[in-house]
């Protein structure tokens, strides 16, 4: 595992951010928007972590072969996923195919109401519809295969004719093989394949992108109590793993989404510091997706239990994923996010 971080600092847009990057003084973070002009380098020792902030200039200036391919992974710019380039934040639609997920739970288990939910999420601006049959809420059971099938199948083909990609969102290899044939182009999962033994070939053999999430333990009983010594250092050495694995198995970089899965085994105060510096996963060189939508850490702070009634929340996530580069956002809410994007994308790049 590496013992070497590159956290970007210094985080400017607009002029300020065109000229650091013409003076060389910064560079842009993964091809958006965003520059950064500084970097925290966090080197891990037996004594614990040792932490420092210098500047992009000094950063370049270290003889450090392993310092100089975080740097240029970090401003490396993302090649196209499924027909999308990353000249904005792209939105993926969440359509729950489930009894039981935590905020629409039983909404869309009929396959005609959930095909029109997802047609009415393309059309609110959703780039990306992402179609699950397994809820993976906290506490959740799982779901036997033939029932998840027979629930995400017949929305698959409904929606397959559509402008946008779909993504299957799975923890089995069966059933992102008859998503495939179905026509999803990207498979999601909360495992990061580390679930069914064959879904690495499965992606591997489908040469398809593939998002690849950070999850504590079973859902079952993923918040009992979960911890971390370094929270935001043991997410980023096991994605790291999991993306050396599929890099192994012959799945390019380009093709893998990366998620550090936010709520999924994580309290309060996990989600905080992984929202609050999601931009050191750019130096993963892999597009960065968050999903934070609804989610219970935002009920927390907002003291609001029921899930639907935590847009605003959701909306604060997005913003705060989109002054980080990030490239795809995870939501339920796929109107109000895409006037939120607009909002923000049109003050970042004016």
């Not at 993302?78 to 792209?90: F, M, N, Q």
């Amino acid at each position: 595992m590496s013992g070497l971080y590159l956290r970007p600092e210094g985080l400017i847009y607009g002029s300020a951010a065109r000229e650091a990057v013409a003076d060389e003084m910064g560079a842009w973070l993964a091809g958006s928007a965003i520059a950064f002009t500084a970097g925290e380098i966090i080197e891990t020792r037996a004594g614990g972590n040792v932490r420092r902030l210098v500047s992009y200039s000094e950063i370049k200036s270290i003889q450090d072969k392993n310092l100089h391919a975080k740097l240029a992974l970090l401003g490396a710019p993302r090649a196209p996923v499924a027909g999308l380039d990353w000249g904005k934040t792209r939105i993926m639609g969440i359509v729950n195919v489930t009894p039981d997920s935590f905020s629409d739970g039983g909404d869309y288990l009929n396959a005609r109401n959930a095909v029109e939910h997802g047609e009415y999420l393309r059309a609110c601006g959703a780039d990306i519809l992402d179609i699950g049959g397994e809820s993976t809420r906290p506490g959740a059971v799982a779901v036997a295969q033939g029932e998840e099938q027979a629930r995400v199948i017949p929305v698959i083909e409904g929606l397959v004719s559509g402008p946008v990609p779909l993504s299957i969102d799975t923890r089995n290899a069966k059933i992102m093989r008859q998503a495939i044939k179905s026509g999803a182009q990207i498979v999601n999962d909360v495992s990061a394949l580390s679930h069914d033994s064959a879904a690495l070939n499965v992606v591997a053999a489908a040469r398809c992108p593939v998002v690849l999430m950070h999850a504590k333990g079973d859902p079952r009983t993923m918040q009992d109590a979960p911890y971390y010594d370094d929270v935001l250092l043991e997410v980023y050495r096991f994605l790291e793993e999991r993306v050396r694995i599929c890099l192994r198995a012959g799945i390019e970089r380009s093709s893998i989404i990366i998620d550090p899965g936010i709520g999924f085994g994580k309290t309060l105060a996990h989600n905080l510091v992984l929202l609050k510096n999601i931009a050191l996963f750019h130096a993963l060189g892999c597009v960065l997706m968050l999903g934070a939508s609804r989610k219970r850490f935002i009920g927390e702070l907002g003291a609001q239990s029921a899930a639907r009634r935590r847009v605003p929340g959701s909306l604060a996530a997005v913003f705060q994923a989109c002054l980080q580069g990030v490239q795809i956002v995870r939501v339920h809410d796929v109107a109000e996010t895409a006037q939120c994007l607009a909002v923000t994308e049109a003050v970042l790049r004016k």
